[in-house]
């Protein structure tokens, strides 16, 4: 127990130095320079303490019975964590370098349907009319995220022929609830793509939490208790519900 009270206390001052970091950062509206070289040194410092944080709440999980309150502990810090350095990161950002702003995403991205139409039609072989392919969502459902993690890689982020810009577009058009709500203040310039892509890799690409999830489904799927008529529809249901949290 006392090794346990300790790791909670070394949490607590990691959400203190969070907390601090967050207040000095909010109130700036427009900083100054001498500001915004604070502010650089400051981030240097609270980079490095999501590492720690994982380090001491890896301690605490084996300690801790309550994982559930374990798992929101974890996703309340990392959640203002990136909100945070989302921010900061912003406030550094060179305004000559803006590239595009927000209300000028559809444009872009009409432009880029356009351009990749382009291409398509100029490399067919086969004039055969192929089906469109769809960009996965994401909603920060963490049974979901291999899903989109592997479709985003291979249509975007390895793509050479789409900038920096452009693939932001793309990932924060795909993107439902808290992670929208996660890069949100982030301005679409080709500087933030990594930032962007890299905070929701940190967030959610975690094999433990993604196999709780996938477990904690399977054990909510509704026992076939008695037959019917249509046990065979609840029967292929349960099947295909248990194979999707398997694989």
């Given amino acids: 127990m006392t090794d346990l009270t300790t790791f909670i206390k ?21 900083p100054s320079k001498v500001q915004k070289i604070n502010i650089k040194k400051r981030l240097v410092k609270i980079e490095m303490i999501i590492e720690t944080f994982e380090e001491i709440q890896n301690k605490i999980d084996l300690l ?11 996703e309340n810090f990392e959640t203002d964590y990136y909100q945070i350095l989302s921010i900061a990161t912003n406030m550094l ?30 490399n067919a ?15 920060g459902d963490y049974t979901s995220w291999q899903q989109f993690y592997d479709g985003f890689l291979a249509m975007i982020h390895n793509n050479n022929s789409l900038s920096n810009v452009q693939k932001l577009c793309y990932l924060k058009s795909q993107l439902r609830g808290e992670p929208a709500n996660m890069l949100s203040s982030l301005k679409t ?21 993604i196999i709780d999830n996938h477990v904690r489904k399977i054990l909510m799927l509704e ?15 349960f099947i295909n519900h248990l194979e999707n949290n398997m694989r």
Avoid: M, W
């Fill in 10 to 30: 070394q949490r607590g001052v990691l959400k203190a130095q969070l907390t601090s970091f967050a207040k000095f950062v909010n109130v700036l509206d427009n």
């Fill in 64 to 74: 801790e019975p309550d994982q559930c309150k374990n798992t929101q502990e974890r």
């Fill in 93 to 122: 950002e060179n305004d000559l370098e803006e590239i595009v702003h927000s209300e000028n995403n559809s444009i872009i991205l009409g432009s880029i349907a356009s351009n990749a139409s382009h291409v398509s039609q100029q």
């Fill in 125 to 139: 072989v086969v004039n055969v009319k192929l089906p469109k392919i769809e960009l996965p969502q994401f909603d």
């Fill in 189 to 209: 310039i080709d500087s933030n793509y990594e930032t962007a892509f890299n905070a929701l890799c940190k967030r959610y690409n975690k094999k433990r939490l």
């Fill in 223 to 237: 026992p076939i208790a008695s037959y019917t008529k249509d046990s065979h529809i609840k029967l292929r249901n």
